[in-house]
């Protein structure tokens, strides 16, 4: 078989370079934010804990409720009771209540932080609260202020 024909290739010719052109190997800086703010992503996060306490206190709550029953029911009111089964459930619904008691008021104020601060966090970190203090002969005070 005849040898196969030899072509010679030439190199593509190069692009002209544009001095004036834009470099696109380097990124592009990143467009400003328009999320959520710190301060907002902050308040759901309070919130969300002080609702899961607030949830908590209540099944708290509710097994104080069922345990102060049990105790009614084992030992009526104006008997005396030597029911060890009574005593028991009498100290678990106080434990309960106490446990309950705690984790709701304390949900409460996390889920009203969480609250606040989501209203006066701004969509962005340019809109975030922004504290000031003054003194002056007047008096002095502080304020916080912000956009939402």
């Known amino acids: 078989a005849p040898p196969a024909p030899v072509v010679p290739v030439e190199p593509a010719p190069s692009p002209a370079v544009n001095p004036t052109a834009p470099d696109v190997t380097q990124p592009a800086s990143p467009a400003?934010?328009?999320?959520m703010s710190g301060v907002r992503v902050a308040g759901l996060v309070v919130g969300?804990?002080?609702?899961?306490?607030?949830?908590?206190?209540?099944?708290?709550?509710?097994q104080a409720l069922s345990n102060g029953a049990k105790v009614n029911m084992l030992c009526p009111q104006g008997q005396a009771c030597t029911n060890p089964q009574a005593f028991a459930a009498y100290q678990q619904a106080g434990q309960a209540q106490n446990v309950g008691l705690a984790l709701t008021v304390g949900g409460a104020a996390a889920a009203a932080l969480g609250v606040v601060l989501?209203?006066?966090?701004?969509?962005?970190?340019a809109d975030a609260p922004k504290p000031a203090l003054w003194l002056g002969p007047n008096g002095a005070g502080a304020v916080v202020g912000g956009s939402w």
Request: aromatic share 8%; glycine share 26%; charged share 0%.
């Open 118 to 125: 989501f209203v006066v966090g701004g969509n962005t970190a």
């Open 48 to 62: 969300g804990l002080g609702a899961a306490a607030l949830v908590t206190g209540v099944v708290f709550g509710t």
């Open 32 to 35: 400003p934010s328009a999320g």
